[in-house]
Each structure stands twice: as structure tokens, then as C-alpha cells.
């Protein structure tokens, strides 16, 4: 039993850390904020990066253009009531957003929101180690490994997830980082 083997279980949980707070809006303009946003388009729901393109040509203006006119207007009706306070802007042949400055408050809110994500993560990260150790006990237990390997092991473990904890903690600080630049 090696510890590293556990290794991509805790780069998942990481992943999707990432993943899940990429979606936070910051100072900046970007794709992220809008693209899984779900369009009621063909009698079917589908995320929005998969109907349009889009595109951001400053730091404060996401452009979508759709791939299919006919669907403009449930666009701009789903970035409206996605609940991010955002107001589209429907051209004729795309939706733009202008997205305004962060308030004070809005800011303190994304910041509360990446920290509820970044806890989500650590809670990801102690069911794997508790997961690893739970292993590590039965293979004691059916005397593969030793009392020795077995707090050798537990160690590596701690220091993996030691390390995993301050991969989060450090995404989490550029994040907030960004929601602060104004």
C-alpha cells in the first residue's frame, strides 16, 4: 500500500474546487461567470457554452453570440434570471453584459460564498484521508501491514493532506485576491 496511489483522489477534490469557485465573479470579466448557465432552448435544457460563443472583449463585457439566432432570446431571458445580478443586453444578433462595479457588500457576500467552497473542499479532502485511513486500519487489522508501516503510512498521509490544505488554502487567497481588485 502506497500513500501516492490516493494521490489523484485528493487532486479531484482539488479540481473541482476549482472548478466550482471559477464560476465566483471578480473584478474582471470572464467567460466562467456565464457558461454553464442553463438555456431552456430545443424543449431541452443545455448549458450555454454549448449555444453560443463567448467572447470578452474588455475587462468589463461578456459578449455571447449564438450559433443559432433562435435562441437569442431565451439567452438573455436565462442570464437574467440566473440570479447574479446581472442585466443582458440583446443586440439582434448576440447578448451583451456590462458587468458593474462590485459593490462593497457584493464583494463581502462572493467572499462568504468562496469560503463556504473552500470549507466544501476541506471536508472532501478529510472523507479521502478518512477513507485512506480506514484502509490502512483493515490492512493492519488482516496483518499486511505492520504497527510500524502502519504509523509510517498515517504520517505520509497527514503531510499529503497537509500539503492538499494549503493547495485550497492558497487558491482560495488568489481568489479573494481578485474579488478585492477593483
Do not use: C
Not at 139 to 145: G, R, T
Amino acid at each position: 500500500m502506497q500513500i501516492s496511489d490516493f494521490k489523484g483522489d485528493f487532486d479531484s477534490a482539488v479540481s473541482f474546487f476549482k472548478e466550482d469557485i471559477s464560476g465566483l465573479r471578480t473584478g474582471r470579466a470572464s467567460a466562467a461567470i456565464v457558461e454553464d448557465i442553463m438555456v431552456e432552448a430545443y424543449g431541452t435544457h443545455q448549458t450555454l457554452k454549448s449555444l453560443a460563443s463567448i467572447n470578452i472583449p474588455d475587462a468589463k463585457t461578456v459578449n455571447i453570440e449564438p450559433w443559432d439566432k433562435s435562441v437569442l432570446s431565451a439567452i438573455e431571458k436565462a442570464v437574467r434570471d440566473s440570479g447574479l445580478g446581472i442585466n443582458p443586453v440583446n443586440t439582434g444578433s448576440q447578448v451583451r453584459i456590462f458587468l458593474p462595479e462590485l459593490t462593497s457588500e457584493r464583494r463581502q457576500e462572493l467572499i462568504k460564498i468562496l469560503h463556504q467552497k473552500e470549507e466544501t473542499a476541506r471536508i472532501a479532502l478529510r472523507k479521502v484521508r478518512e477513507d485512506v485511513k480506514e484502509m490502512i486500519k483493515s490492512a493492519e487489522d488482516s496483518n499486511e501491514v505492520t504497527e510500524d508501516e502502519k504509523y509510517r503510512l498515517e504520517e505520509e498521509l497527514d503531510k499529503m493532506v497537509k500539503e492538499y490544505n494549503d493547495k485550497v488554502k492558497e487558491i482560495t487567497e488568489k481568489k479573494e485576491g481578485e474579488i478585492n481588485t477593483i
